[in-house]
């Protein structure tokens, strides 16, 4: 069982930062990548970056050269950094995991960032 638990949220403006993370407890060997997804209101899920489990990143066009996904072993915890936000990125942020048969079995809370302009 793996428990997932997203903070840094909050309100900024826009051209500022914000570092999400989100605190893996537990662990699952299906899981081979750690997933970062946005949900603005009226808005479906959108995937917003992906970590592997042997470093590899890949980032969603919308939030390419802006936001970056990294991670800390020791800490057992994803981070998602996210510079020059812009008031589309407003959304509730949730991480999730994603096991070898490509199901996301682990979701966190989610974390609200709202964006003023």
């Known amino acids: 069982q793996v428990h997932l638990v997203e903070s840094g949220g909050g309100l900024v403006q826009a051209g500022g930062s914000l570092r999400l993370s989100c605190a893996v407890s537990?662990?699952?060997?299906?899981?081979?990548?750690m997933d970062w997804y946005r949900q603005a209101p009226g808005n479906q899920r959108e995937w917003v970056a992906r970590?592997?489990?042997?470093?590899?990143?890949t980032v969603a066009d919308s939030a390419k050269d802006r936001f970056t996904i990294s991670r800390d072993n020791a800490k057992n915890t994803v981070f998602l950094q996210m510079d020059s936000l812009k008031p589309e990125d407003t959304a509730v942020y949730y991480c999730?995991?994603?096991?070898?048969?490509?199901?996301?079995?682990?979701w966190g809370q989610g974390t609200q960032v709202t964006v003023s302009s």
């Open positions: 999730a995991s994603l096991s070898r048969d490509r199901t996301s079995k682990y």
């Open positions: 537990g662990s699952d060997y299906s899981i081979i990548a």
């Open positions: 970590i592997t489990t042997d470093g590899r990143t």
